[in-house]
């Protein structure tokens, strides 16, 4: 990884929306979602497919085209949730500057907590 780029280890839950109860088995990208060039937080790349446990806990990673300073924590991260073969339904998720902990100067954490999941949305899974 090159001194210009940023990375974000990332954890959540995925729940259901209105009866809070853990979603698994679940599939997701996880990613920054911005595409403008001129930001530091542009995407550059994905870490594995977000698999949840069976608590519904995930854990995934992505990078961003950052700068030469240290990594500042997005205000949104966006969460593709799988729903079938090929399909992704995109939740875009806030992130507040106390979800963000430093692990290195271009490497952040940013434990998202529950990512809520529409309470008739079925998540897929690939065989």
């Known amino acids: ?28 990208i996880v990613e920054s979602g911005v ?13 594995p497919i977000a698999r949840a446990d069976s608590t519904g806990t995930f854990h995934s990673w992505f990078v961003t085209r950052g700068t030469d300073a240290r990594a500042q924590c ?21 992130v507040a500057p106390s979800q963000c902990t430093e692990i290195a100067p271009t490497e952040l954490l940013l434990d998202l907590g529950n990512v809520r999941i529409g309470q008739q949305e079925t998540p897929y899974v690939a065989p």
């Open 35 to 47: 595409r403008d060039d001129d930001s530091p937080f542009s995407f550059a790349g994905v870490g």
């Open 74 to 94: 997005p205000s949104t991260v966006s969460v593709f949730v799988r729903v079938g073969r090929g399909q992704w339904k995109p939740y875009v998720v806030a």
């Open 1 to 28: 990884m090159s001194q210009w780029q940023w990375k974000f280890q990332v954890r959540g839950s995925f729940v259901r929306a209105e009866s809070g109860d853990f979603v698994s088995p679940c599939e997701a």
